[in-house]
C-alpha cells in the first residue's frame, strides 16, 4: 500500500523545547538546593514529567513527601509554560515545513507521538495543528517510552498497521520505542546517541524528497 503512517517526536523533533525543560527544571532543582546540569538534561529527553522529577532527586539521593513531589511538578510546569507561552513558527526546527508540507502533498499519514502533555499548547503556538492527523500525547499513554504505547496508539489512530509506520525520534527512549513497535526508527541527532535507530540524520535538512519517496513505496533505501 502506498500509504505509510508518518509519526513525529514534538520535543527535539519538531521544536526545541529541551531549553526550556532545561531552565525550568534547573529552577526548581536549585530551589530545593539540588545541583542541575545541561549533561543531566540530556537524560530527560523524551521521559515524562513524573519520571524526570524521580531522576532528579534520585541523582540528589533526595526524598521529598508526596505533597511536595506534586507541588514541585506544578511548579516546573507553571515555569515551563511561560516559556511556551512566547513561543511562534520562528521556532519550527529547519526544514520541519518542507517535509509536512510533502507529506500532505503525498496524501500520507501524519500523527504526533509524544510524551509531553502540553503538546497541544506547542503545536497551536507554533501553528502546525492542523497538520496532524491525530495527536498522541502523554495526556493519553499510561506508560511512557521506551514502552511504544504512544506510537501504537498514533497507528491505531491513523488506521495504518504498526509495519507500515515510520518514526522520527530525538531520544534513545523514543528510538528504542519506535523499534519495540515494529516500526521504522528515523533518529533526528547525534549518530553516537541515536545508533538503535534504522536511520540517522542531523537534522530535516539532510532529508530528501527521495528518500521519503522510497520510504512511502516500500523501496529499497
Ligand atoms: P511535559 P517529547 C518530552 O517530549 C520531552 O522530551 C521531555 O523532556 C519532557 O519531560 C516530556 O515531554 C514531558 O513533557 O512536562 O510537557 O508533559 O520529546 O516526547 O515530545
Ligand atoms: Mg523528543
Known sequence: MNKKGFIFDLDGVIVDTAKYHYLAWKKIANEIGIDFQKEQNEHLKGVSRIESLKKILKWAEKEVSEKEFNTLLNKKNEDYLTYI?????????????????????????????????NSRKILEKVQLTKKFDAIIDGNNVTKAKPNPEVFLKAAEQLNI??????????????????????????????KKTLQEANYIFKDFTEISEDFINKLIYNNSL
Open 161 to 190: 498497521a504498526p509495519k507500515d509506520c515510520i518514526v522520527f525520534e530525538d531520544s534513545i527512549a523514543g528510538i528504542q520505542a519506535a523499534n519495540k513497535a515494529n516500526m521504522i526508527s528515523i533518529g533526528i541527532g547525534d
Open 85 to 117: 507561552s512566547k513561543m511562534n513558527v520562528s521556532e519550527i526546527l529547519p526544514d520541519v515545513n518542507r517535509i509536512l508540507s510533502y507529506l500532505i502533498q503525498k496524501k500520507q499519514p501524519i500523527a504526533l507521538g509524544s510524551a509531553s502533555k
